[in-house]
């Protein structure tokens, strides 16, 4: 079996290896290219250098208040939605009835477009704000917390399932033994659950903070920036700055690549925190 697997290794993984390079690592090289020049077209690049990058905050402030907004969505959404997960993980599974119910209609959202989602919440938000006079567009305030809405009503079901899996895979008999030392349910939680259900707590973090900052669709058909681009986040910025301005596309690229670079560290800071964590439990 070893033999015929090594006969085979290159002719199933040489296909994807082309793909990846072809579909994503040369783009992406290309992509770092551009940002240091002057373009419209891929063949009519002229080498600018660091100029793009320095007018990517010089030239407006869209670019840094896309980046502050972006950070505090990014913090409320990941905490709120982890909590939620983790609340509804815990109370679906105590064995109560129709639990696999409420397990499908919680995770259902998950299934829907990113675009029909702000749109949803467009109609539902707006229809309560009327009341008030106003809609979501009237300050960023409101569009921030529509956005964390819908966020959490995206995400808190697909979370919950992953920590419903690292809850059922704790070990009954550590639990039973917990119960008979007479540990309360606090003290199981924090002494136990908590701890060992550190794998699927890591997952989701990972998970909530890549897309809470990649978040790009949503953005674009619930507030689209509005009012005056305030509610933008980094991504609608960058397509903004790249499509909605003629020769401005090596600066959006330069954004882009800056976008890059910021949301990598952040994950592998985040990744690296929490498999410390997971070590010393």
């Not at 992406?28 to 009519?44: A, D, P």
Request: proline share 2%.
């Amino acid at each position: 079996m070893q033999k015929m697997a090594k006969r085979y290794y290159a002719f199933f993984t040489v296909p994807t290896l082309i793909a990846f390079v072809v579909a994503f690592f040369i783009p992406f090289l290309l992509g770092i290219y551009l940002s240091f020049t002057t373009f419209t077209t891929v063949t009519n690049s002229r080498w600018a250098g660091i100029s793009n990058y320095v007018r990517a905050f010089s030239e407006d402030n869209n670019f840094l208040n896309a980046t502050i907004f972006t950070v505090k969505f990014a913090i409320v959404s990941v905490i709120l939605i982890n909590v939620f997960a983790f609340g509804l993980a815990l109370l679906l599974t105590r064995k109560m009835r129709g639990e696999n119910g409420f397990r499908t209609v919680f995770f259902m959202p998950n299934l829907i477009g990113g675009i029909v989602l702000g749109y949803i919440w467009l109609l539902i938000i707006n229809g309560i704000l009327i009341n008030f006079g106003v809609d979501i567009t009237y300050s960023a305030t409101y569009g921030f917390w529509g956005l964390v809405v819908l966020m959490n009503w995206q995400m808190v079901g697909y979370m919950m399932i992953i920590y419903i899996a690292g809850i059922l895979a704790i070990p009954t008999e550590v639990v039973e033994a917990a119960k008979i030392d007479g540990a309360s349910g606090w003290q199981t939680l924090k002494s136990i659950t908590f701890p060992l259900v550190m794998p699927a707590i890591t997952i989701c973090t990972f998970l909530t903070l890549a897309n809470s900052f990649k978040l790009f669709d949503q953005n674009l058909s619930l507030t689209a920036g509005a009012p005056g681009r305030e509610s933008s986040m980094l991504a609608l910025d960058i397509f903004n700055t790249f499509y909605g301005r003629n020769g401005y596309e090596g600066i959006g690229q330069a954004k882009a690549f800056i976008f890059f670079l910021f949301v990598a560290a952040i994950v592998l800071l985040q990744l690296r925190f929490s498999r410390k964590s997971e070590l010393e439990n």
